[in-house]
């Protein structure tokens, strides 16, 4: 029985997103094993056929010494499971497990970058300098006659020198989302737009510059709330202090919730979703959640983002760091519920056009099928 490898870096990052993955693996005859740090989502994901292999790795760390320790234990569980493929996802895995890759003989790999993070959501110089090592290091020595790259947005391609519609490059809806999970619902009643933002709290989704645009489409007259659904990640340098939430959420009509398990409750309360993210996505999750509920988007113009919403028709995308821009949508939005609905009724049509988990299961199943026939 062929063997597939995943590479990643927690347990829950696997268990939220990646899951329809290791199914379609599962169902079309692969032995799957799951390579991460495990904490509380092993079972979840051995729920899919999938075994679990523990890799201890802080994803904050930038130790040169503490990576090459990891890529040394990861080349060992390689060796020691002989996986026929290397499926890495995101950035620093792709790193860490294509270097393993690399020392344990691996020639099938699959780099599926689902985002660039501070490399894509900055352009300062230490920035280039890191796009340009991920590029040499990718595109070079981790690369083999059967890698394969896997991107959800057709922006991304070319920050790592790759064509978008070469044979070793596919583009996938990100995920994938299960409509049924995620049922089209119509927005509530009442007379205030309800806004909500349904992901981590990190500077780099500009969860700040859509406080300040419900500031002031708020002194413009609208009747606008703003709910913030989500937690700070202690392993992300960009997180968002716990103490600046609760100090937004002691200002008129702007709420932190924490996270939340019930993200489709969350739809059924709120009109519009939004994400002002500076860049580095790959294709949001939270925007194919809200859209499969019919909940149109209001984001920024960066890769992903703008790749999905249709600006004018199932959302609206804005310039970066644009508070004012996101205010005047927000007051035309809350003037206008009939445009609410039709942009809502869309998004919805939208994501289940190519977006779902049967889709992504499908692309994903084909692309090993061809590494493992090459």
């Known amino acids: 029985m062929p063997k597939l490898a995943f590479v990643v870096t927690e347990d829950w990052f696997f268990a939220s997103h990646f899951l329809p993955m290791a199914r379609a693996a599962v169902a079309m005859g692969l032995d799957v094993v799951v390579i991460a740090r495990v904490r509380d989502h092993a079972e979840a994901i051995r729920t899919t056929g999938a075994r679990v292999v523990p890799l201890e790795a802080e994803r904050r760390s930038v130790n040169p010494l503490q990576a090459a320790g990891t890529v040394g234990r990861l080349a060992a569980i390689l060796r020691a499971e002989r996986p026929d493929i290397v499926h890495c996802i995101s950035l ?43 590029r040499a290091v990718t595109t070079g020595p981790l690369r083999s006659t059967a890698t394969r790259f896997v991107f959800e947005n057709r922006d991304d391609p070319a920050l790592l020198g790759l064509d978008a519609d070469a044979p070793d490059v596919a583009i996938l809806g990100g995920a994938g989302i299960d409509p049924a999970a995620y049922p089209e619902t119509p927005p509530p009643a009442g007379p205030t737009l309800r806004v909500a933002v349904v992901a ?14 419900v500031e002031q489409a708020r002194r413009d007259g609208a009747a606008v709330e703003l709910s913030l659904y989500g937690k700070p990640d202690p392993s992300n340098p960009r997180a968002i202090p716990r103490a600046t939430l609760e100090d937004w959420s002691h200002r008129p009509g702007i709420v932190w919730h924490g996270p939340t398990r019930d993200v489709a409750g969350v739809w059924r309360e709120h009109h519009v979703a939004a994400l002002a993210s500076r860049g580095g996505e790959g294709l949001p999750r939270t925007l194919l959640e809200s859209a ?7 984001t920024t113009d960066v890769p992903g983002c703008r790749s999905f919403v249709r600006d004018g028709l199932d ?36 994501v289940r056009d190519g977006y779902t988990e049967a889709d992504v299961a499908a692309a994903v199943s084909r692309l090993y099928r061809r590494l493992l026939d090459a």
């Open 92 to 134: 620093k895995p792709i790193l860490v497990g294509g270097a393993a890759s690399v020392l344990a003989g691996v020639r099938r790999r699959v780099y599926a970058l689902t985002g660039l993070g501070f490399l894509g959501a900055r352009s300062d110089r230490r920035a280039s300098l890191a796009r340009g090592f991920v």
């Open 292 to 298: 499969a509920c019919g909940r149109l988007s209001l």
């Open 315 to 350: 959302g609206f995308v804005v310039p970066v760091d644009d508070a004012a821009a996101l205010a005047g949508r927000l007051v035309q939005l809350a003037g206008d519920r009939g445009l609410v609905d039709r942009m809502g009724a869309a998004a919805a049509a939208r």
């Open 200 to 213: 981590r709290m990190l500077w780099s989704k500009g969860i700040d510059t859509m406080v300040e645009a």
